[in-house]
C-alpha cells in the first residue's frame, strides 16, 4: 500500500504542477465555466477518488 | 443589523460551543473520538483565511488562493511516510509539539527552547488575521465606524478564556481532550455548511456571474491559470509551502497527533479532510465574481459578508458566524498549542530552577492569555497593511522553517544538532529579514530601511536584485534554502554525537518523583505501568511520562536526581545481543553434545547387540558340536559297538549335525537381514509353496511321529519365495519339536491378506513368555532363540504381520500382503 | 562310583552315559536342576556332572543346593557358557572342576577319574 500511496503522490504532484499557462486556455469553457477551474477541481476530485479507494481498507 | 443584535449571536454561538464542549467531554465522548470527527478536527486548518480571506484573493489574484488546500491533499497522501510514522514516536515519547520531536532526537535543550520561541513569534500574524477577520466582519455588519480594536479585543479575551476552560484542565496535554475535539469539529461543520449556504444563496439571488465576467477584460487574469515563470514558481512554491505549513503548524500537530485516538483514523482522514478543503473552495470563486461585479469598491475581504447581505439579515449572521467558526477553532487550538510550547520549553526550565513547578499549570494558562495579547498586539502593529491572506502567509513561511530540521532528523541518520540549530537559525534570520519586518515597517512601526535594505542586493523583498516575484514566494524559497543548505552542510561536517547515555533508576524512586510532580494519579499510573520492568526502561517510561507534561528538557533535569547513569543503550543493546549469540552457541552446542551422546549410546547398543548375537550364537553352536563331536568320537573308539546303540548313536549323530546346520543357516538369514538384501518379488502360488515346506518337514514330521493335518486354499500374491519357504519351515520346526501328536497348517484368505496358521498340540508357551516369544535369544526348549525373530522379521519385511494366537496350544499365523489383482472387476 | 548327569540336551546325555558306563560307573541321567536334587536328596552321588545352562533352576542354584556334609558330591561343572565370569562362581559355588563345551570324550574321561581318585 505504502507504494501505491507513493504513486498517488507523484500522480497528483503531476496534474496539481501542470503548467496549464503553457496550454491555450479560454476564460470560456465547457458548461460556461472556465476551464482551468473545471480541470484544477476536476484533477482533486479524481485524487480524492483515487485515495478514497487505496485507504479505504488498509 | 444592529452591533447588539451581532453581539449577542455571537455570544449565544461561543455558549452553544461550550455546551458542545461539555457534551464531547461527558457522554459524547464516543462521538468525540470517532473517524469523522477527527478527520473534521484536521479542519482547523481552515480559518478565517478560508472563510473570508479566499474569496477576497480568488477577486483580486485569481487561482492563486487554490495552492493552499492542495499542498495537505498531496503531503495527506503520503500519511503512512508521514502521520503516521509521527503518531508511533508521539505515543511512544509523549511528544506534544514539534519542538519535543527536535529535542527528542537532536537532544540539545536550546534546540527546543529556540524552536518555542520561533513558533510564538512566527505565529502572531496568523493569530492576529483571526482578530482582525472577527473586527472586521462585526464592524462591517453592524455598519459602524467604530475602531477595530475596540471590538478585537474583548474577543481575544474571550477566545482565551475558552482555550483556557477547554486545553487546560490537566497537567499532562498529551492527554485527550475530547470536549475540545469536538468542539473544533462542530465549528468545522458549521464554517462549511455557512460558506455553501451563503454561496448557493447568492447565486440564487444574484444569477450566475460567469457568463458577465468573461466579458469583462479586467476580469481575464482570475479566470486563467497563473503567468509566466514568476507566476508558475509562486503556485508550486505556495503548493509546497501550504503542505509544509500541513505539516508544522502547532495546530494541526496537535489535533492530528496529539488528538489522536486511533491510528487507523488516518486512512479515513487521507481523503475526507481534502475532500472537505475541495468542498469549502467550491464557492469561492462565484463568490468572487459576484463580489466584484457587485461591490467593486468594497475590501474583497469582506464580499462574503456583503453578498450574505444582500440576500438577507438571516444570511448575514449566518456568514457571521460561519467566520467566528473559523476564526475561533484556529485561535482556541493554536494558542493552547503555543502555550504548551511556552510551558513546556520556555518557563518549565525557568521553573524548575525556582523550584516552582508546581504551579506548571498555571503558567500555562498565563501563556494562553499571553499569547492571545500578543497577537492582539501584533494585530494592532501591523494588521492593517496587510490582506488577511498575506499575514497567514508570512505565518505559513516561519513555520516552514521546521521542516528541514524535522524531515531530515526523521530520514537521515546524519543529521546532527548542529546543523540543525544553524539551519534554524538561518532560516528564522532570513524570514524575519524578509517577510516579518518589512510587514511591520509597512506598517510604520519600523523605518523603511526594513522595507528597501541597506543594499540593492540586500533588498529584503528582493534579495540578490531578484524581481519579479511576490514577497512570500520569495521569502518562502530565499529563507528554505538557505535553512535546508545550512542544515545539510553543517551536518555533513560535524559528526554524529555518540549515543545520549540512558539512564537507570528504582521504580520506587521514580514514582515518587512522578507523585511530587504531577500528582498521586498519575503516580499510580506510572507504578503499574512500570511493574517488574527492568530499571533503565523505566526510567525512560518515567521521562517520558514528565517530559509531556513539563517538557522534555525538565523531564531530563528532574530524573537527574533519581536515576544514575546506566551503561550506553547502545552499550547495553550490544551486549545483550551478544549474550544471546552466546547463549545460541551453547545452546547449539549442547545440541550437538547429546545428539552425539545418544548416536554414540545407539552404537553401543548395536555393538552390545552384536556382541550378544555372537555369544548367543555361539553358545548355541557349541552343545550340538560338543555332541557331535563326541558321538563321532565313541563312534570311531567303538567299532564293535552293538547294533541298536550304533544306530542310535549315529541317528543322535545326524540329528545334531542337522540342528548345526540348521542354525547355521539361520544366523547366516539374520546377516543376511541385517545386511538388508532386497526382496525378490515374484507371482507365487501359496498353495505350492506351503505344500513344499510339508514336504520339506516331512522326515522330521515322522520321526517324531506327528501328523500333519492340513488345509490350503489357493492363493497367489506377489512375494518373496524363499523368505516365505523360510518362516513356514521356521514354524513347522518350531511346532513338530513341541507337538504331541498333530500339526496343523493352514492357508486361506482373510480381507485383503493371505493368512498362514501353524497349529500344534503341544504344551504351548507359558503366559509369562507370551511377549517375549518374538524376540531374538529366548531361547526355550531346543530352539535357537533366533527362529521366530527372524520369522518375524522376514515376515515384516515381506509387509505382513506375525504373531501368536491366544488360546490352548501354540497356535502361530502369520499374514501376507495381497496384490489387488488387476482383473478382478470388483477390485480389492 | 555313582554318576549323576544333568544336562537338559539329550545329545549331550546319551553320549556321557555310554562312557560313563563303559568306564564301569554307574550312571544316572537328570534333565533338569528339580530332577537332579531329587535324585541327590534320595541317595549320595560320588560325582555330578552339571550343566550351567538348565531350565527352571540353572546349574549355579544347584550348586548352591547341593546337600551338605560327607555325602556331598564332587561337581564337574560343563557348560557351552565359557566366561572367566562363571568359571570363578562355579569354583567359588563349591564345583570341583570346570570343563567347557565342547569338549573332547578323551578329556573328560580323564577329567573325571581324576576327581574321584579323591574319594
Redesign the interface.
Known amino acids: 500500500?505504502?507504494e501505491k500511496?507513493?504513486t498517488?503522490?507523484l500522480l497528483?504532484?503531476f496534474l496539481?504542477?501542470l503548467?496549464?499557462?503553457l496550454?491555450p486556455?479560454s476564460?470560456?469553457g465547457p458548461l460556461?465555466?472556465?476551464p482551468?477551474?473545471l480541470y484544477?477541481?476536476g484533477a482533486?476530485?479524481l485524487?480524492?477518488l483515487l485515495?478514497?479507494l487505496l485507504?479505504?481498507k488498509? | 443589523m444592529s452591533p447588539l443584535f451581532l453581539l449577542l449571536g455571537l455570544f449565544l454561538y461561543l455558549g452553544l460551543l461550550f455546551l458542545v464542549a461539555l457534551f464531547g467531554e461527558g457522554r459524547g465522548r464516543a462521538w468525540a473520538q470517532s473517524p469523522w470527527v477527527y478527520a473534521l478536527s484536521l479542519a482547523v486548518y481552515a480559518t478565517a483565511w478560508t472563510f473570508f480571506g479566499s474569496v477576497g484573493r480568488a477577486a483580486t489574484q485569481g487561482a492563486t488562493f487554490l495552492p493552499v488546500y492542495l499542498g495537505p491533499t498531496l503531503v495527506l497522501l503520503l500519511w503512512p511516510f508521514l502521520h503516521g510514522k509521527l503518531l508511533e514516536l508521539a505515543r511512544l515519547h509523549r511528544l506534544t509539539s514539534w519542538a519535543d520531536y527536535l529535542f527528542l532526537r537532536y537532544g540539545h535543550a536550546p534546540l527546543g527552547f529556540l524552536t518555542a520561541l520561533f513558533l510564538v513569534v512566527g505565529l502572531l500574524p496568523y493569530l492576529a488575521l483571526q482578530l482582525k477577520a472577527i473586527a472586521q466582519a462585526f464592524l462591517f455588519l453592524s455598519g459602524e465606524e467604530a475602531p477595530l480594536a475596540d471590538v478585537a479585543l474583548p474577543t481575544t479575551l474571550l477566545l482565551a478564556l475558552f482555550a483556557i476552560l477547554f486545553g487546560t484542565r490537566r497537567l499532562d496535554p498529551s492527554e485527550r481532550h475530547e470536549g475540545l475535539v469536538l468542539a473544533v469539529a462542530f465549528e468545522s461543520v458549521v464554517k462549511l455548511l455557512a460558506l455553501l449556504l451563503v454561496g448557493g444563496a447568492a447565486l440564487l439571488a444574484l444569477g450566475n456571474p460567469f457568463p458577465k465576467a468573461m466579458e469583462r477584460p479586467e476580469f481575464l487574469p482570475l479566470l486563467l491559470p497563473p503567468e509566466g515563470a514568476s507566476g508558475y514558481l509562486a503556485w508550486v512554491s505556495l503548493t509546497v509551502l501550504s503542505g509544509l505549513a500541513f505539516l508544522f503548524l502547532p495546530r494541526q500537530f496537535h489535533v492530528s497527533v496529539v488528538e489522536n485516538v486511533n491510528p487507523r483514523h488516518l486512512a479515513l482522514a487521507a481523503w475526507a479532510f481534502p475532500l472537505y478543503l475541495l468542498l469549502i473552495n467550491l464557492p469561492v470563486v462565484p463568490l468572487a465574481l459576484l463580489g466584484r461585479l457587485h461591490f467593486p469598491q468594497e475590501n474583497p475581504d469582506l464580499y462574503v459578508l456583503a453578498l450574505a447581505q444582500e440576500a438577507g439579515p438571516g444570511l448575514a449572521l449566518l456568514a457571521f458566524l460561519g467566520g467566528v467558526s473559523a476564526a475561533t477553532a484556529m485561535v482556541i487550538v493554536e494558542s493552547l498549542a503555543l502555550s504548551i510550547l511556552v510551558s513546556n520549553h520556555l518557563l518549565s526550565p525557568l521553573l524548575l530552577r525556582a523550584k516552582a513547578l508546581g504551579s506548571l499549570l498555571l503558567w500555562r494558562r498565563l501563556s494562553i492569555l499571553l499569547v492571545m495579547l500578543l497577537a492582539y498586539l501584533y494585530f494592532r502593529l501591523a494588521g492593517e497593511a496587510y490582506a488577511l491572506v498575506g499575514m497567514g502567509l508570512i505565518s505559513f513561511v516561519a513555520v516552514a522553517q521546521l521542516a528541514p530540521a524535522a524531515l531530515l532528523g526523521l530520514y537521515w541518520k546524519g543529521a546532527t544538532w548542529q546543523g540543525a540549530l544553524a539551519g534554524l537559525l538561518g532560516g528564522m534570520l532570513l524570514w524575519a529579514y524578509t517577510l516579518f519586518l518589512p510587514a511591520l515597517a509597512r506598517s510604520g512601526w519600523l523605518p523603511g530601511v526594513f522595507l528597501e535594505g541597506p543594499h540593492p542586493w540586500l533588498r529584503p523583498e528582493g534579495l540578490l536584485g531578484l524581481e519579479g516575484l511576490d514577497p512570500v514566494t520569495h521569502g518562502f524559497l530565499a529563507s528554505l534554502l538557505v535553512n535546508l543548505a545550512l542544515t545539510l552542510g553543517v551536518s555533513l561536517y560535524t559528526r554524529r554525537e555518540a549515543p545520549k547515555e540512558g539512564r537507570t533508576g528504582e521504580v520506587a524512586a521514580l514514582s515518587a518523583l512522578i507523585g511530587r510532580v504531577l500528582g498521586p494519579e498519575a503516580e499510580e499510573g506510572f507504578q503499574r505501568e512500570a511493574q517488574g520492568l527492568p530499571g533503565p526502561q523505566a526510567a525512560a517510561r518515567a521521562e517520558a511520562l514528565l517530559a509531556g507534561s513539563v517538557g522534555p528538557a525538565t523531564a531530563r533535569l528532574l530524573l537527574l536526581s533519581v536515576t544514575e547513569r546506566a551503561p550506553s543503550e547502545a552499550l547495553v543493546e550490544e551486549a545483550a545481543r551478544e549474550s544471546r549469540e552466546v547463549r545460541a552457541y551453547a545452546r547449539a552446542l549442547e545440541e550437538a553434545r547429546r545428539e552425539l551422546a545418544e548416536a554414540y549410546e545407539r552404537l553401543k547398543a548395536q555393538d552390545q547387540a552384536k556382541d550378544e548375537l555372537l555369544a548367543a550364537v555361539s553358545h548355541e553352536l557349541k552343545t550340538p558340536l560338543t555332541s557331535v563331536r563326541a558321538l563321532a568320537e565313541i563312534l570311531e573308539a567303538h567299532p564293535d559297538l552293538p547294533e541298536e546303540e550304533r544306530r542310535r548313536f549315529t541317528g543322535l549323530l545326524a540329528k545334531e549335525a542337522a540342528r548345526l546346520s540348521r542354525l547355521v543357516e539361520e544366523v547366516l538369514a539374520y546377516a543376511r537381514l541385517q545386511a538388508g538384501l532386497p526382496l525378490r518379488l515374484e507371482p507365487t502360488s501359496l498353495k505350492t509353496l506351503a505344500e513344499e515346506a510339508l514336504a520339506l518337514a516331512k522326515p522330521l514330521a515322522l520321526e517324531k511321529g506327528v501328523r500333519m493335518e492340513v488345509h490350503l486354499e489357493e492363493v497367489q500374491t506377489l512375494t518373496d519365495r524363499d523368505r516365505v519357504l523360510q518362516v513356514l519351515l521356521n514354524l513347522l520346526h518350531n511346532a513338530l519339536r513341541h507337538a504331541q501328536s498333530r500339526v496343523y497348517l493352514e492357508l486361506g484368505r482373510e480381507g485383503k491378506e493371505a493368512l498362514f496358521r501353524v497349529r500344534d498340540d503341544g504344551p504351548g508357551v507359558p503366559e509369562a513368555l507370551r511377549p517375549l516369544v518374538f524376540e531374538p535369544f529366548q531361547s526355550f526348549a531346543g530352539g535357537t532363540g533366533l527362529g521366530l525373530y527372524l520369522a518375524r522379521r522376514l515376515v515384516e519385511s515381506l509387509g505382513g504381520r506375525i504373531f501368536l494366537e491366544a488360546g490352548e496350544g501354540a497356535s502361530f499365523a502369520f499374514t501376507l500382503p495381497l496384490e489387488v489383482d488387476r482383473a478382478d472387476p470388483g477390485g480389492g | 562310583m555313582r554318576i549323576l548327569v544333568v544336562d537338559d540336551e539329550e545329545s549331550i546325555l546319551v553320549p556321557l552315559e555310554f562312557l560313563l558306563r563303559k568306564a564301569g560307573h554307574e550312571v544316572a541321567l537328570a534333565k533338569t536342576g528339580e530332577e537332579a536334587l531329587g535324585f541327590l536328596a534320595k541317595s549320595p552321588f560320588d560325582l555330578v556332572v552339571l550343566d550351567l545352562m538348565l531350565p527352571g533352576m540353572d546349574g549355579f542354584a544347584v550348586l548352591e543346593r547341593l546337600p551338605q556334609g560327607p555325602t556331598k558330591p564332587k561337581v564337574l561343572v560343563l557348560t557351552a557358557r565359557g566366561r572367566e565370569a562363571d568359571q570363578a562362581k562355579a569354583l567359588a559355588l563349591g564345583a570341583a572342576a570346570f570343563m567347557a563345551k565342547p569338549f573332547g570324550i578323551g578329556d573328560l574321561l580323564a577329567q573325571v577319574e581324576r576327581l574321584l581318585e579323591g574319594k
Do not use: I
Open positions: 500500500m505504502k500511496a507513493f498517488l503522490f497528483a504532484l496539481f504542477f503548467p496549464l499557462a496550454f486556455l476564460p470560456l460556461g465555466l472556465p482551468v477551474y484544477l477541481f482533486w476530485g485524487v480524492l485515495s478514497y485507504f479505504r488498509p
